[in-house]
């Protein structure tokens, strides 16, 4: 073991402008949690002096080899037991940031405990044991990361010792976490080998790794970056209270998002009163201070108004043009803590900002054990487990939805007393088509999608293509090109038993390893991939007009190429459909950017990407997880396959659709699929 | 916004979270660095006064300047001063170690204070980084009858959601300062022109850190004679905080027990 601090860094204290970074360290019970917050703190030089002898000392006593954990696990029982049982915060400096280190304990009868760690961080590190690899915890970590909203995270493979520091099986355990990660939202994960204990890979490089090239841990943690106030987003400024110390009433709260100056006008809600901003006052008076005209995001403040309206704590200060909405009915997706379970007709306080009322539950869906992987079709969310929650309060308050504003779009429930749940609000009473949750008849089309989107946004992947197959009545068709997008939808549909209209468009162009594909997807899943043709007489007249590859020869040629080949056979097959899925993602290049998860196809239907989040990094994860066939193409440097003449494999770093119609100059490298007649927002690009 | 200005910005939510959710609320004022910023916030956070008691637990055995600090800023501060006395030490658990014991006078003086008054919610000025079972503290913490602290069955706290409904006879701890460090505290300090009880600084090459009992508090070897000096010898030191408070090192288990019963 190398005890020796590393020299290069000073010890833990920070300096005032440097970046303070909060990660919390989530995992399975016994994966090596604390021990590796203890090396990382040894390898930085953070101990104070003296620490490790005692440590030593507190070891011996226990009769244990020199146990790092004991540095964080402090309480008599988590020593004798070797388990932490409550979470506790300890500050590292790096060379280029502080990080507060938030250690989680990962026993299951200490999960409320996790998330009052993890809730405060921005960014996470999961400890898997290489020996045990993905255990109940692990799973139910990443969940909570998720709907705490935490998006940063990397994963520590750690005890690689104890599998002989096998780089092969680094590489099984990389493989497998990627591709569950990537269901849920994390994509393009980092994933490093390490053994806490003795050192190796965590702040150095050591020969037992050498095959290693990735970042140590704590380089990964100095690639993580701190949350920033909201200062962009509307005002949002909960009321903690009314103070009338003197002749002034002071209305004092934190502005939780965007900004304020003296003589801005403001809303406040529930009751949607205004007024203007007469003073932002301060103690002591600070002449010429800038919080006295303008203040923002992440202060906490006192302020006059120009008119005598009623204030009171639990309003809510908002902007009048980009106000929230005074709820009396709320859709969440929570995270249960209680020993007691969530039902409907139980009873709960209902916190959002400052505001509070009592508040009974009245609907619970898609209940999970996210430690199991299992749906639950119970009517109740049990401990430590999660589910969507409708929620009738007995008061309005205002709130937010939580893809609007993260801050003042999340509840917290309290039971007894106790806090004892929260989570995102998916949708409000006062939302176009209501909380319910459900089309309504004669909703337009972009109501519909902008529901959908509240309410899918924050589910994994194939969560998402679930519940929009649900949601959405009527037939669902999905076109497949049976690129790595469309085989990681295909494979997701299967796996949940989803049956819809699964369409290809044949060109007859297509490469001899796309129809080869095709059968083996055919045969892999166990259903037939039905086929639309272009039609015959305007094919051959195509031909005629232009030659076999007239294609080449000009823009319009191409795209009356492409439209006799793909996109009437497009329209034919989406012809009476209530939804289109496609497997877009909004990185692929710069015009595919506007992709969203629901839109409107100008064809008058909703068109829906359920990967549009998704980095291609992550697509190929979750194929390689899942062992989905593929296009051996893609191994020769095809990204986007579609007809074979028109598609080139492309260099390492030139854009992903590079590879189409590359005789065309970049632009609009479309063929008009996802184009058709250019829906409003819904400006959107290709498939095959 | 600065580091300083962050922390101040929780700090000032914190106590005014406290004021506005629970009944009757004190101030715990040991005189030290860590509670004269407290304060000092306070007095922010509601705009000049601080509307609530400020309680010094008071063992008789501090320094002769912290006493005269008192004296000066509880007027200068125009601060709503409760002093407490604590029992002699006969009337603590005989089983700690002696320098716990001696502290737990002060534990002692809480349980009376608490009774007196009636509070529902004590403030006290710990942080994190001074102790690894602070550094396991909620902001808002549970203390139950007999002031204990359950430290297996911590509520869940989240999303600056606080729990702050004691059962009665049961009080809350609200630790507005948890998130500081001590290098925190004194560029604070520094920024806003804090007084300082002149222990902190070096006389004789000794100063004291963390002040407490005279019998059980010891100052360390030191040059530095202004809080400017203080930070730099903070920015470069190994040496813990509180190495030179005896009841922390008297046995492994010593500090757990006395804030298991009470202690802060
Ligand atoms: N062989 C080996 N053992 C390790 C390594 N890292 C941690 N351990 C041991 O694994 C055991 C559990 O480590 P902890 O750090 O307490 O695990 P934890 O994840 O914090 O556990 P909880 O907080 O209780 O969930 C201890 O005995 C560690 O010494 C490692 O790299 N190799
Ligand atoms: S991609 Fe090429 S071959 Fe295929 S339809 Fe379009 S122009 Fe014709
Ligand atoms: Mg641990």
């Known amino acids: 073991m190398n005890m020796l601090p590393n020299d290069k860094i000073l010890p833990g204290h920070q300096t005032p402008n440097r970046p303070l970074l909060r990660v919390v360290i ?52 988590e020593r004798d037991q070797g388990i932490t049982l409550d979470t506790s915060q300890i500050r590292l400096r790096t060379a280029s940031c502080d990080v507060v280190l938030i250690d989680a304990p990962g026993h299951a009868e200490f999960v409320r405990n996790m998330v009052t760690g993890a809730a405060q961080a921005d960014a996470a590190l999961l400890v898997i044991d290489a020996a045990e690899g993905v255990r109940e915890q692990t799973r139910r970590h990443v969940h909570l990361l998720h709907i705490l909203g935490i998006s940063q995270l990397a994963v520590v493979v750690n005890k690689m010792d104890r599998v002989g520091y096998a780089q092969s099986r680094f590489v099984e355990i990389k493989a497998a976490v990627a591709g569950e990660l990537s269901e849920l939202g994390f994509s393009a994960v980092t994933i490093v080998p390490a053994a806490a204990r003795h050192g190796d890979g965590v702040a150095q490089r050591t020969p037992a790794l050498a095959w290693h090239s990735g970042p140590t841990v704590l380089e990964m943690l100095e690639s993580f970056t701190p949350a920033k106030p909201l200062a962009e987003l509307p005002l949002r400024i909960p009321v903690q209270a009314v103070y009338r110390f003197d002749d002034r009433r002071i209305v004092a709260g934190r502005i939780e998002s965007g900004r304020l100056a003296v003589g801005d006008e403001i809303v406040v809600l529930p009751r949607g009163a205004t007024a203007r901003v007469r003073s932002i006052e301060q103690w002591p008076a600070l002449a010429g201070s800038p919080l006295a005209a303008a203040s923002r995001a992440g202060q906490s403040i006192g302020l006059t108004l120009d008119d005598q309206i009623f204030v009171e704590r639990g309003d809510m200060i908002a902007s009048p043009q980009q106000s929230a909405t005074a709820a009396r009915l709320l859709r969440a997706r929570v995270f249960w803590l209680h020993e007691q379970a969530l039902c409907v007709g139980s009873n709960v306080g209902v916190r959002v900002g400052t505001a ?290 028109c598609t080139r494999a492309i260099a390492p770093g030139e854009p992903e659709r590079a590879g189409r119609w590359w005789w065309e100059q970049d632009g609009k490298k479309e063929c008009g699929l996802h184009n058709a007649g250019g829906g409003k927002a819904v400006a959107e690009p290709a498939q095959p | ?166 059962p009665s006879g049961a009080h809350m701890r609200i630790h507005p300062i948890l998130h500081w460090t001590e290098i925190d505290i004194w560029r604070y300090t520094r920024r806003e022109g804090l007084p300082i009880i002149p222990l902190y600084l070096a006389r004789n090459g000794k100063r004291y850190r963390s002040l407490g009992d005279t019998d059980i508090t010891f100052p360390h070897a030191s040059d530095a004679a202004s809080i400017d000096d203080i930070i730099a010898e903070l920015e470069a030191t190994t040496i813990p905080e509180r190495a030179g408070r005896a009841m922390d090192h008297e046995a492994e288990d010593a500090f757990e027990r006395l804030r298991v019963t009470g202690y802060l």
């Open chain 1, 26 to 77: 989530v995992g399975h019970v016994d994966h090596g949690k604390s021990t590796l917050i203890g090396r990382l703190l040894h390898e930085t030089g953070s101990l104070p002096e003296g620490k490790l002898q005692t440590i030593n000392a507190v070891s011996d006593r226990r009769g244990v080899a020199f146990e790092w954990s004991f540095l964080l696990d402090a309480l008599q029982t």
């Open chain 2, 1 to 166: 916004m600065s580091r300083l200005d962050d922390l101040e910005a929780q700090s000032i939510f914190i106590l005014r979270e406290a004021f506005a959710r629970l009944r009757r609320i004190g101030l715990l004022w040991s005189l030290g660095k860590d509670s004269n910023v407290m304060i000092w916030i306070a007095r922010k956070a509601f705009f000049g006064r601080v509307p609530f008691p400020v309680l010094h637990v008071d063992t008789g055995k501090k320094f002769p300047e912290m006493y005269a600090f008192r004296e000066r800023y509880a007027v200068e501060w125009n601060l709503d001063l409760k002093v407490e006395p604590c029992p002699p030490v006969e009337a603590v658990d005989p089983t700690l170690p002696p320098a716990a014991r001696s502290a737990a006078r002060k534990t002692e003086g809480l349980k009376l204070a608490l009774a007196k008054y009636g509070f529902d919610g004590l403030i006290a000025g710990i942080r994190r980084d001074e102790e690894p079972t602070r550094a396991k503290e909620r902001v808002f913490s549970l203390r139950g009858i007999e002031g204990r602290w359950d430290v297996r069955d911590q509520a869940p706290e989240f999303w600056d959601h606080f729990n702050a409904a004691p």
């Open chain 1, 356 to 645: 509070e009322c009592s508040g009974k539950v009245t609907l619970i869906e898609n209940a999970i054990d996210p430690g199991e992987l299992a749906p639950s079709k119970a009517q109740a969310i049990a401990r430590n487990h999660i589910g969507e929650i409708e929620i009738a309060l007995t008061h309005p308050i205002a709130a937010d939805v939580h893809v609007q504003n993260p801050r003042t779009g999340r509840l917290v429930l309290d039971f007894a007393g106790r806090i004892s749940g929260g989570g995102p609000i998916l949708a409000r009473d006062g939302d176009p088509a209501g909380a319910r949750g459900r089309a309504q008849e004669g909703t337009p089309l972009a109501a519909q999608a902008g529901r959908l989107n509240a309410l899918l946004d924050a589910l994994p992947a194939p969560e998402r293509l679930a519940r929009f197959c649900r949601e959405v009545a009527g037939r669902l068709v999905f076109t497949t090109s049976f690129g790595l997008e469309d085989q990681a939808i295909l494979h997701m549909l299967h796996e949940q038993d989803i049956d819809i209209d699964v369409v290809t468009l044949d060109t007859g162009r297509l490469f001899p390893e796309t129809y080869q594909l095709w059968s083996e997807t055919e045969e892999r899943y166990g259903r037939r991939i039905r086929a639309i043709y272009p039609e015959h007489g305007k094919l051959e007249s195509l031909v005629a007009a232009h030659g076999i590859n007239g294609f080449y020869a000009s823009r319009a040629a191409r795209t009356a190429c492409c439209h006799v080949r793909k996109v009437e056979p497009l329209n034919r097959a989406l012809a009476g459909a209530a939804a289109w899925i496609v497997g877009l993602r909004a990185d692929q290049s710069g015009h595919r950017g506007a992709t969203a998860l629901t839109a409107v196809d100008a064809r008058g239907l909703l068109k829906f990407s359920p990967l549009f989040d998704w980095t291609r990094e992550a697509v190929q994860s979750y194929v390689a997880a899942h062992r989905i066939p593929l296009n051996p193409l893609h191994g020769s440097g095809f990204a986007s396959i579609g007809c074979a003449p």
